[in-house]
């Protein structure tokens, strides 16, 4: 893909440049609108290469746990693990943003991709040899943690630069999560049956290797350069500047609060997954890989609904509907003693917290200004999973107190309560965003 700085450059300015405001073409109709954005050369390249990647990391993902639990025996075992995999993004995520808004976006992924690959590899080295130890995991945890804190809003501020117009940003956010939970949907079943046949060692291996596929796309694009030069007061005052806007308007401040609250009370779940897998539902590895497959297949099915609406129009609705069915999905959950029925209420919450945190992530890019991206996007990471961490710790000791279900149950009520407030605000919130994505062309 080539940027035409005469033709393109509107497409990408923000609310208050004073360049003229996108031209964005319109909505497309018909049943392919869901793949405009694969219009996008650069976006094709990605897609595939991070389909192979991402499925991978689930299997990674699904057989570290399993490998946890199997030698801990403790749920506050996994929630340490999630913890220190995520608490770099908490503490470095808000520096990071400055810092991602004047390097080249591009560069910087490749790299991150390059240390994760090193990371999977030592876990597959020592797993494979029979040397892992509950000591090393938290290790490879923390690593990858801090390789994410600088990855994930780097990547997510990049989407913007694969696609060729504006409009198609929305569509290119939603193929994002479609492209993440069809990983899902597969990567954790594929997980699970190779740890029930020759361990978890060889998922480490298979995700190490993964990572060439996204490397290789990365290293095929052609996009324009997005470094750019920092503010007049030095990075200290970009941040205050990224802080001040994040706060001061309204749709933005709302919106990383829900996903605050996502972290905090609604996603430890999927960190507790393992406790009713095995001693819940009495099931095994191939067990857990079935619920993350359900939750994988909700979420998916969420995300190909997203991406096939032809505006925003109404998206806050969603949002706020969303989180209300999920706070009631939880609890469901948390009560199922059927393997039928835990991954029909898994699939559920899959479908409502995907459509969340997605109507979130596509307003909010839509609102951000251009020159904040990265550091919007920093603060995204954070309240999505920087405080995720907490949650999962928190979801660990209450489990061991009060039983992995009761834990569940308390987050969906958190969760319900939640949807409300937002829904008894949409008001006020449409009052401040709706100009906004009006001047873009996106309503």
Known sequence: MRFSLSNDSSNLSGPHSTQQTAQVSSPDRGRHRFLRAFRSPNYRLFFGGQLISLTGLWMQRVAMSWL?????DSPVALGTVEFLGQIPIFLLGLFAGPLLDRWELKRVVAICQFLAMG???????ETLQGTITYGAILAAATVLGVINAFE???????????????DDLAPAIAMNSVLFNSARLFGPSLGGVIIASIGEGSCFLVNALSYLSIIVALALMKTAPTRKPGGRGGYLADLA????????????????????LMSLAGFPYITLLPVFAR??????????????GALGLGALLSAASLAMRP????????????????????????????????????????YFSIATVVACNTLIQSLVDDDKRSRIMSLYSMALLGLAPFGS?????????FGAPRTLFAGGLFCLAGGAAFSLGLRSFRK????????RGLL
């Open 241 to 260: 500047v990224g802080l001040s806007h994040a706060w001061s308007f309204l749709p933005l401040r709302r919106l990383l609060s829900v996903l605050v």
């Open 152 to 166: 994930m809003p780097a990547r997510h501020s990049f989407v913007i630069h694969m696609v060729e117009r504006r």
């Open 432 to 439: 401040s965003a709706r100009p906004v994505l009006t001047q």
């Open 68 to 72: 946890v639990y199997r030698i801990t």
């Open 279 to 292: 001693d819940i539902l009495g099931g095994d590895a191939t067990t857990l890989g079935f619920l993350l």
């Open 311 to 350: 505006s925003l129009e109404d998206l806050d609705g969603r949002t706020a509907a969303s989180i209300v069915a999920f706070g009631i999905a939880l609890p469901a959950f948390s009560c199922s003693r059927s393997v039928a029925l835990s991954l029909l209420l898994m699939a559920a919450a899959g």
């Open 119 to 125: 990371q999977a590899l030592f876990l597959a080295f």
């Open 393 to 401: 710790l928190m979801a660990g000791l209450a489990a061991r107190s």
